[in-house]
């Protein structure tokens, strides 16, 4: 799970996880952001597009204007966005190899995780 300590939704979706009694492996989203060849993968197990990847209520994806310029951007200039700054992904990023889900809404981690 790609998370950021100060994140309050981060919080409840590790708190649902142990809830649950699920263990997780956090990953600092800001420390060590996803590669490239990462958000590819969690792209397609996803099945999302691209913008449901940004975290677009951020100060940054503000400043950086992106909500003006993602629509037209290469998927090669969205990959470049989002392996640089933690901070423009959606969090958490939860996958396991073979699902993910972004954000969190406790009835998609029941279907997903439960």
């Given at each position: 799970m790609y998370t950021y300590p100060k994140c309050g939704t981060c919080r409840k979706a590790k708190k649902w996880f142990d809830d649950q009694g699920v263990?997780?492996?956090e990953i600092h989203?800001?420390?060590?952001?996803p590669n490239?060849?990462?958000?590819?993968?969690?792209?397609e197990l996803s099945g999302l597009?691209?913008?449901?990847?940004?975290?677009?209520?951020?100060?940054?994806?503000?400043?950086l204007g992106l909500k003006e310029k993602l629509p037209t951007a290469s998927e090669e200039e969205i990959l470049d966005l989002l392996s640089s700054d933690g901070m423009l992904i959606k969090r958490p990023l939860v996958?396991?190899?073979s699902s993910v889900t972004v954000g969190f809404k406790e009835e998609e981690f029941q279907s997903t995780w439960g």
């Open positions: 263990a997780i492996q989203i800001v420390e060590n952001p490239k060849e990462e958000l590819k993968k969690v792209k597009e691209w913008k449901k990847f940004f975290n677009t209520s951020g100060q940054k994806y503000r400043e996958t396991d190899g």
